[in-house]
Nanobody, 124 residues
Framework: QVQLVESGGGLVQAGGSLRLSCAAS????????MGWFRQAPGKEREFVAA??????????TNSVKGRFTISRDNAKNTLYLHLQMNSLKPEDTAVYYC???????????????WGQGTQVTVSS
């Protein structure tokens, strides 16, 4: 059974840091791209960052460049995807989702597998 489980969300003050993690199990995700997305209240889900299957390329939305870093650990049975978030801003407040196996374009929401999400709240 395919499973993506996010962790690491929470409440942080502006300027602070959080590290999100996603544990992916149930199939071989090591050969697929993965990404992080977020959805704020009343807004559509949006792309945050993505990484290729071997980690050689990473992509970021403009608003997080220089502040967020995506990485992955292609372990044997469970793959881990991380998002290091620094210099957080109130506008980063959202539910953050891990996704795996994009159908076509890595920076869109068209992925086959999604986690349940983890809440990130940044206070001013």
């Amino acid at each position: 059974q395919v499973q993506l489980v996010e962790s690491g969300g929470g409440l942080v003050q502006a300027g602070g840091s959080l590290r999100l993690s996603c544990a992916a199990s149930g199939r071989i995700f090591s050969s697929t791209a993965m990404g992080w997305f977020r959805q704020a209240p009343g807004k559509e889900r949006e792309f945050v960052a993505a990484i290729t299957w071997n980690g050689d390329r990473a992509y970021y939305t403009n608003s997080v460049k220089g502040r967020f870093t995506i990485s992955r650990d292609n372990a044997k049975n469970t793959l881990y995807l991380h998002l290091q978030m620094n210099s957080l801003k109130p506008e980063d407040t959202a539910v953050y989702y891990c996704a795996a196996d994009p159908r076509q374009i890595i920076t869109t929401t068209d992925y086959n597998y999604w986690g349940q999400g983890t809440q990130v709240t940044v206070s001013s």
